[in-house]
């Protein structure tokens, strides 16, 4: 924001009268939080202005919560919504009320949990004085140049599409929600909202709609944003593989925050500066792993992933033939940990299992692929890099605000055991990957996790089939194609990679590793995948455009049967397109 014009929030009575003005900055709970003032309350990328005018409560702010106030007459057009965070990503809320017609949108943080925790600083827990920064871009990198490296420019700028919703944002504390939210006409114009409406700020209530221009408070917001092109830095420390040093495992995390950062990112940042510390100090003594290990630290993560898909971008050709592995951490550890989890690309998926599990005591619970939340994103989703993100199973709700601070420390891992084991464990997957003669995937559980994700999506597929009235005999062309893969993989693991030894042949622990490697390019394709974020190219997992969070298998095909406005023709494009992509899985594997 301009420091000199801040963003503001102000409440107006019907008779035009200012009642309330909200906070820009949270309410200092500790000391440290009282001598170092941090980052007002904003949403980066919002369009700035000045927008003044009646307000509607929009729950999520989910394409639904706006379909359920049309369904009872109430219209947000052109006027200010009031909503929530939580349950999808905040960009989409942003897009969601603009394509409803609302002017503005303003966000808070509710309460999450039971009235009856304690808050921080005490517990992990937000207090209702929260607020949650974030940005509202709807895609990841530079926006100026999505799909090259934003390096230093010598020829003229493309033309770029639209990547944020043409309304303000700003968010809000839970606190000035309350003033808001009990505001609003309660009686005559109003509706008496699902229970999935309430907010944990009024559990008793006080969630009036607005339904009309003319009578009513209403809100004037103001959006300052100082828009302008910084240099950013991402850091990058090597050890040169000792016998495959064109072979790269790369371990990452970001280093920007919002506020202080303790949790976001600094948390996973310290276990990775501990998991360096380690490799270091036996590097010293001697050691070399047999493949490259890469440690970065990737700048601008919170403006989305703009570091570390800029610098994929830039390396793309190199990593398609010299990536083994990448492995994230973000928020370490956000509240009292439930033991170490990790999601990411199946072909991990047992070594990740079988260590996590021996560091927790017990068997990992799930292991799956989120969407583009933190850094992994540009390596799988863009460049087909097989990815693990490692964290601590735990609660973050001091996420993006002023709470996330050192105190919080003396709540959740005083004695930062936690943050230790967690660097044990990317300490052991960098070495767990380095180092073996066999590049450590299983290709038999990938083809497994494919299958699953397939049968997920079948019954949309068949469903559509009948609405367009195609002829089902077409999918047992795709069934066929999965089943070619599985017994391809299952071949390979089997005849291939359990039969290598490290007396064979370098030709052939080349061979075999490079299969492992290309297993996962396999599924790009050359062109964005409908219905999900902009640089998505994997046909199997991407992030979801109705929420980048999340991911989604098959994400091309399930747009395509379930958008009703899609054509058959997409349909069995995006149907062939990830036929294509298995048999060229398969090929690899079986060549």
């Given at each position: 924001p301009d420091p000199e014009k801040p963003n503001s929030v102000k409440l107006f009575n019907s008779g035009g009268e200012e009642i309330h003005s909200c906070r820009n900055i949270e309410k200092p709970l500790t000391e440290f939080e009282r001598n170092h003032p941090t980052t007002p309350?904003?949403?980066?990328?919002?369009?700035?202005?000045?927008?003044r005018g009646p307000y509607v409560y929009a729950n999520y702010a989910h394409k639904s919560d706006f379909t359920l106030l049309r369904e009872h007459n109430i219209s947000v057009t052109d006027k200010i919504v009031l909503a929530r965070y939580g349950m999808t990503f905040r960009g989409n809320k942003v897009q969601n009320a603009a394509d409803a017609g609302a002017a503005a949108i303003i966000l808070f943080k509710d309460l999450e949990y039971p009235a009856t925790k304690e808050r921080f600083p005490e517990s992990e827990f937000a207090p209702s004085s929260a607020g949650e920064r974030g940005t509202v871009l709807l895609e990841n990198g530079d926006p100026d140049s999505l799909g090259w490296p934003s390096k230093a420019r010598r020829f003229a700028r493309p033309t770029e599409p639209q990547l944020t919703a043409d309304i303000i944002a700003q968010p809000i504390t839970g606190d000035d929600a309350v003033v808001l939210l009990n505001a609003l006409?309660?009686?005559?114009?109003?509706?008496?909202?699902?229970?999935?409406?309430?907010?944990?700020?009024?559990?008793?209530?006080?969630?009036?709609?607005?339904?009309?221009?003319t009578t009513g408070p209403t809100i004037e917001v103001t959006v300052n944003i100082d828009s302008r092109e910084v240099n950013i830095t991402n850091v990058i420390g090597t050890i040169v593989g000792e016998l495959e040093p064109d072979r790269w495992v790369i371990l990452g995390n970001h280093r920007d925050a919002w506020t202080y950062g303790a949790i976001d990112p600094s948390s996973g940042t310290a276990a990775i500066m501990e998991t360096a510390r380690v490799l270091s100090h036996f590097l010293n003594k001697g050691w070399r792993p047999r493949r490259t290990i890469k440690v970065a630290s990737w700048d601008a993560e919170e403006w989305g992933l703009v570091g570390s898909l800029e610098w994929?971008?830039?390396?793309?050709?190199?990593?398609?033939?010299?990536?083994?592995?990448?492995?994230?951490?973000?928020?370490?550890?956000?509240g009292k940990c439930n033991g170490i989890g990790a999601e990411g690309s199946p072909l991990y998926k047992n070594l990740a299992g079988e260590l996590l599990s021996k560091l927790n005591g017990e068997e990992l619970n799930s292991y799956m692929l989120s969407g583009s939340g933190s850094d992994m994103y540009g390596f799988y989703c863009y460049a087909g890099v097989s990815v693990v993100n490692v964290?601590?199973?735990?609660?973050?709700?001091?996420?993006?605000?002023?709470?996330?601070?050192?105190?919080?420390?003396?709540v959740v891992d005083k004695d930062y055991k936690n943050l230790a084991k967690l660097s044990s464990a990317l300490a052991?997957?960098?070495?767990?990957?380095?180092?073996?003669?066999?590049?450590?995937?299983?290709?038999?559980?990938?083809?497994?996790?494919?299958q699953e994700w397939w049968h997920l999506v079948k019954p949309h597929v068949l469903k559509a089939f009948t609405r367009l009235e195609l002829d089902e005999e077409l999918i047992s062309i795709f069934d066929a194609a999965l089943y070619d893969l599985r017994q391809a993989a299952d071949h390979y693991q089997r005849e291939e990679v359990e039969k290598?030894?490290?007396?064979?042949?370098?030709?052939?622990?080349?061979?075999?590793?490079d299969k492992m490697l290309q297993f996962d390019r396999a599924f790009l394709v050359d062109e964005r995948i409908p219905g999900t974020a902009y640089f998505s190219k994997n046909v199997l997992v991407s992030p979801s455009s109705s929420n980048i969070y999340s991911?989604?298998?098959?994400?091309?095909?399930?747009?395509?049967a379930t958008n009703h406005d899609e054509t058959k023709e997409e349909l069995l494009h995006q149907l062939e397109k990830a036929r294509w992509?298995?048999?060229?899985?398969?090929?690899?594997?079986?060549?």
């Amino acid at each position: 924001p301009d420091p000199e014009k801040p963003n503001s929030v102000k409440l107006f009575n019907s008779g035009g009268e200012e009642i309330h003005s909200c906070r820009n900055i949270e309410k200092p709970l500790t000391e440290f939080e009282r001598n170092h003032p941090t980052t007002p309350l904003f949403n980066a990328h919002s369009k700035p202005g000045t927008v003044r005018g009646p307000y509607v409560y929009a729950n999520y702010a989910h394409k639904s919560d706006f379909t359920l106030l049309r369904e009872h007459n109430i219209s947000v057009t052109d006027k200010i919504v009031l909503a929530r965070y939580g349950m999808t990503f905040r960009g989409n809320k942003v897009q969601n009320a603009a394509d409803a017609g609302a002017a503005a949108i303003i966000l808070f943080k509710d309460l999450e949990y039971p009235a009856t925790k304690e808050r921080f600083p005490e517990s992990e827990f937000a207090p209702s004085s929260a607020g949650e920064r974030g940005t509202v871009l709807l895609e990841n990198g530079d926006p100026d140049s999505l799909g090259w490296p934003s390096k230093a420019r010598r020829f003229a700028r493309p033309t770029e599409p639209q990547l944020t919703a043409d309304i303000i944002a700003q968010p809000i504390t839970g606190d000035d929600a309350v003033v808001l939210l009990n505001a609003l006409p309660t009686t005559e114009g109003s509706f008496t909202l699902p229970k999935s409406w309430k907010t944990g700020l009024l559990p008793k209530g006080g969630h009036g709609i607005q339904t009309t221009n003319t009578t009513g408070p209403t809100i004037e917001v103001t959006v300052n944003i100082d828009s302008r092109e910084v240099n950013i830095t991402n850091v990058i420390g090597t050890i040169v593989g000792e016998l495959e040093p064109d072979r790269w495992v790369i371990l990452g995390n970001h280093r920007d925050a919002w506020t202080y950062g303790a949790i976001d990112p600094s948390s996973g940042t310290a276990a990775i500066m501990e998991t360096a510390r380690v490799l270091s100090h036996f590097l010293n003594k001697g050691w070399r792993p047999r493949r490259t290990i890469k440690v970065a630290s990737w700048d601008a993560e919170e403006w989305g992933l703009v570091g570390s898909l800029e610098w994929v971008e830039e390396h793309r050709t190199q990593l398609e033939h010299k990536a083994v592995a990448y492995i994230n951490t973000d928020i370490a550890e956000g509240g009292k940990c439930n033991g170490i989890g990790a999601e990411g690309s199946p072909l991990y998926k047992n070594l990740a299992g079988e260590l996590l599990s021996k560091l927790n005591g017990e068997e990992l619970n799930s292991y799956m692929l989120s969407g583009s939340g933190s850094d992994m994103y540009g390596f799988y989703c863009y460049a087909g890099v097989s990815v693990v993100n490692v964290n601590c199973d735990s609660n973050v709700d001091v996420y993006h605000s002023m709470y996330d601070e050192q105190t919080l420390f003396e709540v959740v891992d005083k004695d930062y055991k936690n943050l230790a084991k967690l660097s044990s464990a990317l300490a052991q997957l960098v070495v767990g990957i380095s180092e073996p003669f066999l590049v450590p995937g299983n290709s038999s559980q990938y083809s497994l996790q494919i299958q699953e994700w397939w049968h997920l999506v079948k019954p949309h597929v068949l469903k559509a089939f009948t609405r367009l009235e195609l002829d089902e005999e077409l999918i047992s062309i795709f069934d066929a194609a999965l089943y070619d893969l599985r017994q391809a993989a299952d071949h390979y693991q089997r005849e291939e990679v359990e039969k290598l030894t490290k007396s064979s042949s370098v030709l052939d622990i080349r061979r075999v590793n490079d299969k492992m490697l290309q297993f996962d390019r396999a599924f790009l394709v050359d062109e964005r995948i409908p219905g999900t974020a902009y640089f998505s190219k994997n046909v199997l997992v991407s992030p979801s455009s109705s929420n980048i969070y999340s991911g989604s298998g098959f994400p091309g095909i399930l747009n395509a049967a379930t958008n009703h406005d899609e054509t058959k023709e997409e349909l069995l494009h995006q149907l062939e397109k990830a036929r294509w992509a298995l048999n060229a899985a398969k090929d690899i594997l079986s060549s």
